[in-house]
């Protein structure tokens, strides 16, 4: 599993030869009273890994989120420094903290540099920094820690606030792991992955309490644009006991358990092979992919551990939240949820609440409850009320997700008329601003009958004006310009419903509201026995969705392609798939509410604070990019670099990328 972002903390800046910044926030963790302590060598804290488990308890008690620990990512026992930061939760705190942090980065890595040079220290930090390293010591072990180096916030409130919370879910999640034989301490490990929040959110799409990425995810629970059972708790850990057990079962121990669960079975089985033992692969093991997250996942678990174990030590004594008691019914149809609402007498945070797992089209009135969903409501409803309120309520069907993709020649005011909708609802459901400007190529949202188009999103309120995209035209090219257009004096702007589609490549301006992947089969081939649809690999994609959106085996799509097992696709790749005789419609549907909920849930939990330029060298990838240089999905890089072709990437290219910050901030 990759390293997960986690929503609500400051992110954390760290610095290395090959990757450049990385960011990472430990998490708060659930409290509990220890019945039994687990056989010791369940959970070993081995000697090389001591030190990280003593920084971790530091973090998680005695530093808070106005301190900035300076650190070695490879020898945490290394703490060079705290930063005072503002501890604020404010846009302005974060840009500020942004910026402190990489200017003491900057200046710790200048003063490790200058003391290679095997000159006695210089002034004062040279002197606090070199008395880390013993005497005499290798000019090539200070490089190595100038290039090392990285900052974690404190997470002392976190924490704290996490073991709050975790008092309305622990004694269930205990029970669940008891039931398969698993270790009761294995409810720690969400600590270090969303402090037991339902609605976090990582930038790579791994979502609730146990940060199941989609992937991963589908093996286990139900995951799609109208449910999503990583976000109901107890669903979610149900599926994280399965995924633990059968790491252990593989791997025999739970140090390498455990550490599968951010890095991945199929890794630390290689891992293991190679090295053996956890201290072996702690101190040896080198990947592409196992980074500083992974390599301090089990310190941070152990870490977690101890202090909710012992929290009145830490923090001293506090009220936890207490379990909330409900009633489960289970409905035969499609229900609005509004009007079961109003039908029980309930707000509709009430019914959001008990049932996490409804996404938030939903509520909104694009989708209906579906048939077959296992409601939560509370107590003291009566089962017969239940019955008697959603019997009328039953629909037959539910509500589809309709979509148009703009052509030459399209307007705001043709698409609304096309598809019969008042043309404020769809500049408003598309963020398309008070011109109405649509672009060839984008995806637009038609808003359904009875949904409700709020006049300001949390997206709108969180996204900063949409930024002006230049076409590149070669690789030695000037910087992306990123500015907004200059306003001019137009006392009588344009009518939306005139503004012609303009050509994304000469104008375009990143609208984060809209789907700008092309969803529709490109092309479609009629034999005597079948029909075959061609398409183009987007962002996120993989032959596994399309054979569940088909609803046939993903070997059927590899044999029509002639692709081997463990053959990957890649963007912007023709693949052929097989089409029902019922037409198109129902894939393209479902791959659309796909990219749609990803585009949903990411600006639900991030916005982007600002842009910036790099300029790609030789060896990049673009996936080492998204994930360890720039912490950024790929489907969000393209919407600001439209005309890049991903595939084939040259040195001397710019791209631009967005800053993200987590949602929650205040303005």
Not at 5 to 31: E, K, M, N, Q, V
Not at 246 to 269: Q, R, V
Not at 464 to 486: D, G, R, T
Not at 517 to 535: E, F, M, S
Request: aromatic share 10%; hydrophobic share 35%.
């Amino acid at each position: 599993m990759i390293f997960l972002i986690r929503r609500f903390l400051d992110s954390c800046i760290y610095l290395s030869l090959i990757t450049g910044f990385i960011f990472f926030t430990g998490r708060p963790c659930p409290a509990s009273t220890p019945t039994q302590a687990p056989a010791a060598e369940e959970f070993p804290v081995y000697g090389v890994i001591r030190p990280n488990v003593d920084f971790w308890i530091d973090i998680f008690t005695k530093y808070s989120r106005a301190d900035g620990v300076i650190h070695d990512s490879r020898d945490l026992s290394r703490v060079y420094g705290v930063l005072k930061l503002n501890p604020a939760n404010t846009r302005t705190a974060a840009k500020q903290n942004r910026k402190t942090k990489e200017t003491a980065l900057k200046k710790y890595k200048a003063a490790l540099l200058q003391l290679t040079k095997g000159k006695p220290p210089a002034n004062s930090l040279e002197k606090k920094l070199a008395a880390h390293f013993g005497k005499n010591p290798k000019s090539a072990q200070i490089k190595q820690a100038a290039y090392n180096l990285r900052i974690q916030t404190g997470l002392k409130q976190q924490f704290k606030e996490g073991i709050i919370r975790s008092g309305a879910l622990v004694d269930e999640f205990k029970r669940i792991f008891k039931a398969r034989g698993l270790p009761e301490d294995l409810i720690y490990l969400p600590c270090v992955e969303s402090s037991f929040n339902t609605a976090a959110y990582s930038k790579f799409g791994a979502a609730g309490i146990w940060q199941f990425t989609r992937g991963t995810g589908k093996i286990y629970m139900d995951i799609g644009y109208v449910v999503d059972q990583r976000r109901d708790p107890f669903i979610a850990t149900q599926g994280a006991a399965r995924l633990l057990k059968k790491n252990f079962s593989e791997l025999k121990e739970w140090p390498l358990a455990i550490t599968a669960y951010n890095h991945g079975l199929a890794g630390m089985k290689r891992a293991k092979k190679k090295h053996k033992t956890y201290p072996r692969i702690y101190t040896r093991y080198r990947s592409r992919s196992f980074k500083f997250a992974s390599r301090n996942f089990y310190s941070e678990f152990l870490a977690a551990r101890e202090v909710a174990k012992n929290y009145t030590r830490y923090f001293g004594n506090m009220t936890l939240d207490r379990p909330v008691t409900y009633s489960r019914f289970k409905i035969q149809g499609f229900v609005p949820a509004s009007a079961l609402a109003q039908g029980l007498g309930l707000d509709m945070s009430t019914l959001k609440r008990l049932n996490p797992a409804l996404r938030k089209p939903v509520f909104d009135g694009r989708k209906h409850i579906p048939r077959g969903y296992e409601l939560r409501l509370p107590k003291r409803i009566s089962p017969d009320k239940i019955a008697k309120t959603v019997a009328p309520l039953y629909r037959s069907r539910q509500k589809p997700s309709k979509f148009h993709r703009v052509q030459k020649g399209d307007t705001a005011g043709s698409i609304a008329g096309t598809h019969k909708v008042p043309l404020k609802d769809l500049i408003l459901a598309n963020g398309l601003g008070r011109r109405a400007t649509i672009y060839i190529g984008q995806t637009l949202r038609i808003p359904v009958r009875g949904e409700t188009v709020a006049v300001k999103t949390a997206l709108a309120k969180t996204s900063p004006p949409p930024q002006k995209i230049v076409e590149k035209k070669s690789v030695h090219q000037k910087p992306v310009s990123l500015e907004p257009p200059p306003q001019k004096e137009t006392p009588e702007p344009p009518k939306p419903e005139k503004t012609v589609a303009k050509p994304v490549q000469a104008d375009a301006m990143v609208n984060l509201k809209i789907v700008t992947t092309d969803l529709k089969i490109q092309k479609v081939v009629q034999n005597k026995r079948n029909r075959t649809g061609i398409i183009h690999v987007a962002p996120e994609e993989t032959l596994g969705h399309y054979a569940d959106w088909l609803g046939i085996a993903t070997q059927n799509i590899r044999n029509l392609n002639r692709l081997p097992f463990g053959r990957s696709i890649s963007i912007g790749q023709s693949i052929k798939i097989p089409l029902p005789e019922t037409g198109s419609g129902g894939f393209e549907e479902q791959r659309y509410e796909f990219h749609q909920e990803i585009l949903e849930d990411f600006f639900d939990s991030f916005f982007v604070a600002g842009t910036r330029n790099y300029q790609i060298k030789s060896g990049d990838t673009i996936w080492d990019l998204c994930e360890n240089e720039l912490e950024i999905p790929l489907w969000l890089l393209e919407k600001y670099n439209p005309a890049m072709d991903f595939t084939r990437l040259q040195p001397g290219q710019r791209l631009v990328y967005p800053l993200i910050n987590p949602n929650g901030i205040k303005s």
